[in-house]
């Protein structure tokens, strides 16, 4: 019911910059949090950034300072900006959506995307 598209990965030289993108769709009611995950080979995921609404936007420590989050809530997206990517940046990324079907029951729905592979060169 609830689609979650992601976009933006490639190939990057240390210290260059990438902007993620990531788009909802379907029978949405309401979208409470949207939030960025990576998963670095033989690691767990990870959570990078979030977006609550209402609520302040926020990033990991690991993170804090060079990538910046932020949503358009007119088109269901959220954004991730990346600069100053290192090597150790290199993963998939993940979103991840939760929120409220607009059906009549107004279920609770958590949708991830299929995930857009980041790639940092030294």
């Known amino acids: 019911q609830v689609q979650v598209v992601e976009s933006g990965g490639g190939l990057v030289q240390a210290g260059g910059s990438l902007r993620l993108s990531c788009a909802a769709s379907g029978w949405i009611f309401r979208i409470n949090t949207m939030a960025w995950y990576r998963q670095r080979p033989g690691t767990q995921r990870e959570l990078v950034a979030r977006v609550p609404s209402p609520g302040t936007a926020d990033v990991s420590d690991s993170v804090k300072g060079r990538f910046t989050v932020f949503r358009d809530n007119t088109k269901n997206t959220m954004y991730l900006q990346m600069n100053g990517l290192r090597p150790d940046d290199t993963a998939t990324y993940y979103c991840?959506?939760?929120?409220?079907?607009?059906?009549?029951?107004?279920?609770?729905?958590?949708?991830w995307g299929q995930g857009t592979q980041v790639t940092v060169s030294s």
């Open positions: 991840n959506v939760e929120g409220q079907t607009a059906d009549l029951s107004k279920a609770g729905f958590s949708s």
